[in-house]
């Protein structure tokens, strides 16, 4: 009886933690770069002496790579990634990934994001852009150019993130391995005057989250029966009935 518990509970600990990652995927379905946290969960199976039982465990998050959809701004610094990469920008938690590509310029003509943090190049460096010497056009990899000569170029960075990260911002994240700049990846480019909108897919997250909640509620239930078996044997045994 007390290993149903047990089970029980490690389901609810995953159930919540799930519960968390779609309730923050909902609030995001209209965060520009947003990407969907998922979560992988496995058996962990444990031996009692007489039979193997199967717990769940809490579970490894992971993004979505599924591309959102792309809008059309217009917008000369408004930029979007074709592809799996990322941006890099100088945030006060550390160089940071995002595929939100909504930038400006300071009067010091540093290219910056709406936060205003330093946008970098595949160096790492923050990029500046003489906001005086024309129009800003941008290549397919990322190089910018101003009267047809290149000024800078837009760092595009890969990511692995099976060793773990952490969000940073709405549509932020740290990786926990360092990142590598993109390197000769016909797959991966820049489109210029559109932005990427969250990949998140509102009526099937609202759908699990509904069915999650519910799962949640049934084993709730579950366990509040068991604990009241539990006290009722008890008091049996111990001979107060």
Do not use: C, H
Not at 114 to 128: E, K, S
């Amino acid at each position: 009886m007390e290993t149903g518990l047990y089970v029980s509970l490690s389901s609810q600990i995953a159930l919540d933690r799930r519960l968390t990652t779609l309730a923050d995927n909902v609030a995001n379905a209209n965060t520009v770069g947003f990407r969907a946290t998922e979560i992988k969960f496995n058996d962990v199976v444990a031996n009692n002496g007489k039979a193997k039982i199967a717990f769940v465990n809490e579970g490894n998050e992971y993004l979505s790579t599924r591309n959102g959809g792309m809008t059309e701004t217009n917008g000369m610094l408004d930029f979007a990634i074709r592809g799996e990469a990322w941006f890099a920008v100088q945030t006060p938690a550390g160089q940071t990934l995002t595929r939100d590509g909504r930038f400006t310029l300071t009067e010091n003509g540093d290219l910056v994001t709406l936060n205003g943090y330093p946008v970098l190049d595949a160096g790492g460096a923050p990029i500046q852009i003489d906001g005086n010497a024309g129009p800003v056009k941008i290549s397919a990899d990322g190089q910018l150019n101003q009267n047809g000569q290149p000024i800078a170029a837009l760092g595009l960075f890969e990511a692995d993130l099976s060793a773990g990260f952490v969000r940073a911002g709405n549509s932020g994240i740290i990786p926990t391995l360092a990142p590598e700049p993109v390197v000769d990846r016909m797959d991966v480019g820049v489109a210029q005057g559109f932005v990427e909108e969250s990949n998140v897919n509102p009526i099937s997250e609202m759908t699990q989250l509904i069915t999650v909640t519910r799962a949640f509620e049934s084993i709730n239930s579950l366990l509040q029966q068991s604990e009241s078996s539990i006290d009722n044997a008890i008091k049996t045994l111990g001979g107060s009935r």
